[in-house]
Every structure is written in C-alpha cells, then in structure tokens.
C-alpha cells in the first residue's frame, strides 16, 4: 500500500488505501520523494505540484525567526491571565517597586510597561 503526503497539513499517512484517504485523493501526493528532505522537520518543507524541497538557509533562517518571535509573544502574553502565577508575583513585584519609586518621587510604572520590558529582555 502507498504512502501518502499531505498537501497542506504535510502529514504523511502509511500503508492507507486510497479508498480509506479521509480526504479527497488531489489533498495528497501519492508515494513522494522525500529524499531532498530526509531528516528535517516538516516546517522547512516546500511542496510544489508533486515534488518535495527543503528550503534554502535563508528560509529556514525566516521560519525560525517567526518561531522565535511567536514563542516570545506567548511568553510575554502569559502576563494577561489573570490566574496565572506568574502574572500575581509580577503584579506584587510592581506594586513594592512602585511604593520605593515613590518614595523618590518617581512616577508608578505599569502593567503594560513592565509587560513591554519583559518582552523585550527575552532572548537577551
């Protein structure tokens, strides 16, 4: 039985008859050639028609910044939940910075100003 890919969701399904496909036939690349892309994750996949390509450096450079960058959004977004554990000791830290800021006559710092400095000190 052949193995198929998945044209968009790039998932391959082994030993499946076309008949048992859960999905149209065209969704599916019939016995491809993966050689190009043996051994890589298949985010750095590029499907043109039928054939199967790695992407070049730069690419894969791209994705893996997008990546980097959405992985530091969730952190910093963790920030919002409001049950969360690490939004509480963030609010409590702010509140005894605030108090000596005061102290000195400094102006309060916020939620979203301390949200931006985290974001921005991630990967630093």
Avoid at 76 to 94: G, H, K, S, T
């Amino acid at each position: 039985m052949p193995l198929w890919l998945h044209r968009t969701d790039i998932s391959i399904l082994r030993s499946v008859p076309e008949a048992d496909l859960p999905e149209p036939v065209g969704n599916y690349i019939e016995e491809p050639d993966l050689a190009a892309v043996t051994g890589w994750p298949t985010k750095y996949w590029i499907i043109t028609g039928d054939v199967v390509t790695l992407m070049d450096q730069a690419a894969r450079d791209v994705v893996d910044a997008a990546e980097l960058e959405a992985s530091r959004d969730s952190e910093a977004a963790q920030l919002d939940n409001v049950e969360a554990v690490l939004r509480a000791f963030m609010l409590i830290v702010l509140d005894e910075i605030n108090i000596l800021r005061g102290q000195h006559s400094l102006p309060n710092r916020t939620v979203q100003q301390l949200r931006a400095a985290i974001r921005a000190r991630l990967g630093t």
